[in-house]
């Protein structure tokens, strides 16, 4: 009897034996199957990541590609004629608008003021020319000849960027147009303007808004002086002393931005130019033109009046003189062979 319990214990022992180890078998597989589960799902998630990261830069490219080519047509659109013998300078068309009323009676804004400002990329000196606002032009796609100054009310900017690019022969690379009230608040954020008015003005249209009164003298012009300066009319020069005074001033101008005090007031400017003026350049510019800018020479800016005359049935009418215009441009620009081939 004994020794048939000493078997049955037997038996139990290796029956409970064989059962641990099945226990220990099916654990076993059960963690190397949670082992190989997280495995394949971290496998999955790092996929997904990667094709995350993929169609993100896919994305971003594309975005990007769409950004810059909509950019390149926006330019194309409106800058016309482009001439690699120019890629030394850049080029800014700068417009004063003006809805007032004018001799022409039309309705809408006019370039009152229009200028090429010319910046050399590499030494930093400034040209520019002062464009007549009743410089006798026939812009292309029009039937009729018209003043310069009209020109922006028939098709805006990027027809005044061709058609100036069209009468000088050289390219325009940006453009800026600001009207009255943000021209004079630019002028008060940089403190106003020290300048010699060369004689009494006295002036006044209540049609146009226009009321002009500055004594001659060296004064500090504020504002809405500078404007009265610049758009006053004298009997005896006309628009031939207006652009006269256009070139004096630019030049002031350059020298007060130039100064240490205006670097403080760079914030207000800034804001002005995003809330009020129009321009062409945009994120893809910005860092030419902060190049540019940054290397501003010091020297004085060199201008010229475009060649040109009162015409002998209108003298309120400048006839532009295409071989003087040439000629002009190719005293500019020396580095530029051939930069007036294009005039007409």
């Not at 021209?183 to 249209?205: K, Q, R, T, W």
């Not at 020297?299 to 003087?324: F, H, K, R, Y």
Request: with cysteine; hydrophobic share 35%.
């Amino acid at each position: 009897m004994a020794g048939k319990r000493e078997d049955n214990v037997t038996r139990r022992h290796i029956e409970e034996k064989k059962r641990a180890l099945a226990r220990m078998r099916r654990r076993r597989f059960l963690r190397r199957m949670l082992a190989l589960t997280i495995c394949t799902v971290l496998l999955l998630l790092a996929a997904g990541g990667v094709y995350a990261l993929i169609r993100g830069a896919e994305y971003v490219t594309q975005e990007y590609h769409e950004m810059y080519t909509g950019y390149t047509e926006r330019r194309a659109s409106w800058q016309g004629d482009t001439n690699p013998q120019f890629d030394g300078y850049t080029n800014i068309l700068v417009m004063g608008l003006d809805d007032g009323a004018d001799r022409t009676n039309t309705e809408g804004a006019k370039a009152d003021t229009v200028l090429v400002l010319s910046l050399d990329n590499q030494s930093g000196k400034v040209r520019f020319i002062t464009i007549p606002g009743d410089t006798w032009v026939n812009p292309s796609g029009t039937a009729k000849f018209m003043r310069m100054s009209s020109v922006y009310t028939a098709g805006g900017a990027p027809l005044m960027v061709r058609e100036v690019n069209q009468l000088l022969g050289i390219p325009i690379h940006q453009y800026v147009a600001l009207d009255l009230k943000a021209f004079a608040e630019l002028i008060d954020a940089l403190g106003g303007i020290d300048i010699y008015v060369e004689s009494d003005m006295d002036y006044e249209d209540p049609e146009a808004n226009l009321n002009i009164h500055l004594k001659k003298g060296y004064q500090h012009l504020d504002g809405s002086q500078v404007q009265q300066y610049l758009r006053y009319r004298s009997p005896e020069l006309g628009d031939v002393g207006r652009e006269q005074r256009q070139q004096r001033f630019v030049k002031a101008l350059y020298q007060q931005v130039l100064r240490l005090e205006t670097i403080p007031r760079l914030p207000v400017i800034a804001e002005i130019f995003r809330k009020h003026v129009k321009t062409s350049a945009e994120i893809f510019d910005s860092a030419h033109l902060a190049n540019v800018l940054r290397h501003l020479s010091s020297d004085p800016p060199e201008g010229v009046i475009l060649q040109g005359a009162p015409s002998l049935g209108d003298d309120t009418i400048w006839m532009p003189d295409n071989n003087g215009i040439r000629q002009q441009m190719k005293k500019l620009f020396p580095e530029a062979e051939g930069s007036s081939s294009d005039a007409s």
